[in-house]
């Protein structure tokens, strides 16, 4: 295995800053106590593996739903989806992953499609593995619809350490399975609606990596896979 890739991670755009912050901030402890620099070099390098954007290996199945993060799928229930997603009044299924500040927090596409819609909310920051995160907390909702018409709903939300939602696309795009379309800064969620019918195929508990793992099929049938790298 190829250390050099393990330790040099791409970093996301979206870091580039925050970086650079930590390394200034660093700097200028170093003058003050060598520990503290340290201390600060610790930190930089945190913040420079928590926007790491590595590459994925994507299973190329129209019917599959992915994973949008890295994270521990924390809830699996009945809900009636948010009236801004446009998936009607009936209970669908939602599959929450909820990432921590250590895991990548690149969102990618749960299934390719369109990007028909997106609605923002300002919120509170609760902590986001909490269900009333999902009402009460800053968000952005998102619908895919794939060429088939059948819909998928996803949800950034911000969590307790969360004070930024980054979304790349808007209203009209189109994204590739596992295609990057956002990312969360610092904590948060994920919840993926599925459509009516269709049932997860991970249970709680389950470790998620984000445009590699199956989360639902559409179909329920053997899928046929294979897989691109992105």
């Known amino acids: 295995m190829n250390m050099l890739k393990i330790v040099a991670v791409p970093m996301h755009k979206e870091g580039r800053k925050f970086v650079a912050v930590f390394a200034a901030i660093t700097v200028a402890l170093g003058f003050l106590w ?6 600060g070099c610790g930190a930089t390098v945190w913040c420079y593996y928590f926007f790491r ?5 994507i299973l190329q199945n129209e019917n599959l739903v992915l994973s949008p ?15 801004e997603l446009g998936l009607g009044e009936a209970p669908v ?11 990548c927090h690149v969102n990618r596409a749960p299934i390719a499609g369109t990007v028909t819609q997106i609605t923002y909310h300002h919120g509170k920051f609760l902590n986001a593995s909490l269900d009333k995160a999902s009402e009460f907390n800053e968000r952005n909702c998102l ?7 059948a819909k998928i709903g996803v949800i950034q939300i911000a969590g307790l350490v969360a004070r930024r939602i980054v979304c790349f696309v808007k209203p009209g795009d189109q994204r590739a399975a596992g295609e990057r379309f956002g990312l969360i800064r610092f904590g948060s969620r994920l919840d993926v609606f599925l459509p009516a019918g269709v049932q997860p195929l991970v249970p709680l508990g389950t470790t998620a990596v984000a445009g590699e793992t199956i989360l639902a099929d559409l179909t329920n049938p053997t899928p046929n896979l294979k897989a691109v790298s992105r």
Do not use: C, Q
């Open 34 to 39: 060598e520990p503290l620099f340290w201390l």
């Open 93 to 103: 299924t939602r599959v929450s992953v909820f990432m921590n500040v250590f895991n």
């Open 143 to 149: 619908t895919i619809e794939t060429p088939k018409g």
């Open 53 to 57: 954007d590595p590459v994925r290996v």
């Open 69 to 83: 993060a890295d994270g521990v799928v924390s809830l699996i229930e009945e809900v009636v989806p948010p009236a």
